[in-house]
């Protein structure tokens, strides 16, 4: 029986993974689970799987939890904050900590699982974009696998089952071209908010939904590739894939090309990465290619999504400088979230503070250095932005 620890455990992420938790109950035990602020749902789940110890972010809502499994016997031990965070992360006898929390905020909790020898299921490429330069060093010093969790990079995780050293030669990231594929680049000058939320084909949260809106998902993805796959920069393509049945592709020295293909669900990929070395029967839908009749391709349009440039430009600058481009985008998508910038001011935004923090790149950054990058790079978004341009819907 594995024991598990889930950062995040109330998004979606999480309650996927603790929905593989309850389908196969004779394989995980559950020992932390860390949430954000929706309480009615984390006390449901802290009853159902009963961990030893959970965090929640706010301090002030801890007497609201502790109302809500008041009758838990035994109770959990609850800490709260970043510091709370953390501490669950690296706690106790878990194997293996899925990490759900959405952006930056991953990194440090990623950080103490690694340093308390924890193996990491990794559904948080934010930790790795920001993180990469202090992350691999760390996995090799602890002895610690990074799984990845996320579809594509499990994708390429599974076609490289078997590979031997040195065959990759090149990685295709399959894009699904999000809420304004088949848009015209002209009307996305009046994009709204509930427009960017409208995936066609995966439910997800708000923030990588937009994302995946601008393509800047594709962008970040790449960069993880580099770190996850060690392939440079020009061996790492993005293609759109409109029905996002292939979730990535590989090309070996010999021009084979390796794919991994299923329904668009994020329980395959964070089974893979729970279940790894084995594979698991599970009483999901099987795969028909005969009922999706056709699977499409085309070249991604850069004018109609600069994010995937800045994301390449970013990742080949280096150093903090994806940490950069990862903190100014959390920050852009959430005042456009807000509905104080429009669409268009996300990579506007981004682009003006990278060019800013250029001649200030550090090559090889220290821990301290990425999150004081980080809140360069935010503080910067704030003031670059204008309140006057209030997006009206």
């Known amino acids: 029986m594995k024991q598990i620890t889930i950062l995040g455990a109330t998004g979606s992420i999480g309650t996927q993974t603790l929905e593989i938790v309850t389908q196969y109950p004779e394989k995980f035990r559950v020992v932390g689970l860390t949430a954000g602020r929706n309480i009615p749902l984390f006390a449901q789940q802290i009853r159902q799987f009963q961990p030893e110890i959970v965090a929640i972010q706010d301090e002030d809502l801890i007497p609201e939890l502790r109302l809500a499994i008041s009758e838990m016997q035994p109770q ?13 992360a690296g706690y106790g006898n878990a194997e293996i900590v899925v990490t759900g929390i959405v952006g930056c905020a991953g990194l440090l909790p990623t950080i103490a699982a690694i340093r308390a020898g924890k193996n990491i299921a990794l559904a948080n490429k934010e930790t790795l974009i920001a993180g990469g330069p202090v992350i691999l060093p760390l996995l090799s010093k602890y002895g610690v696998k990074l799984l990845p969790a996320d579809s594509e990079h499990s994708a390429i995780f599974q076609c490289l089952q078997g590979v031997p050293a040195g065959g990759l030669k090149r990685i295709i990231l399959t894009a699904s071209g999000g809420a304004f594929r088949d848009w015209p680049v002209e009307q996305m000058a009046n994009v709204t908010v509930a427009d960017a939320l409208k995936h066609p084909n995966w439910s997800m949260g708000q923030k990588i939904t937009i994302d995946s809106a601008t393509l800047m998902n594709k962008g970040l993805e790449v960069i993880e590739a580099h770190y996850l796959f060690g392939l440079d920069y020009d061996h790492i393509n993005i293609v759109i894939h409109p029905q996002s049945i292939i979730h990535s592709l590989i090309e070996l020295q010999d021009t084979s090309v390796l794919a991994q293909l299923g329904w668009p669900d994020m329980r395959l990929p964070l089974l893979y ?3 790894w070395p084995e594979r698991w029967p599970t009483p999901w839908k099987s795969l028909d290619l005969v009922s999706i009749g056709s699977l499409t391709f085309r ?7 600069p994010c995937m440039n800045l994301a390449y430009a970013a990742g080949r600058a280096g150093g903090a400088m994806p940490a950069v481009l ?4 959390e920050q852009a998508v959430s005042l456009f979230l807000a509905e104080k910038i429009t669409f268009a001011d996300i990579p506007r935004l981004i682009e003006s503070t990278c060019a800013h923090y250029d001649s200030m790149n550090c090559a090889n950054p220290e821990l301290d250095q990425i999150l004081a990058a980080d809140r360069w790079a935010r503080e910067m978004v704030l003031a670059s932005y204008a309140p006057s341009r209030v997006l009206v819907v």
């Open 76 to 88: 959990p031990e609850i800490l709260v904050g970043a510091e709370g965070i953390a501490t669950v």
């Open 273 to 275: 990465s729970l279940s």
């Open 299 to 305: 070249e991604p349009d850069h004018h109609k999504y």
């Open 326 to 329: 990862n903190a100014a985008n």
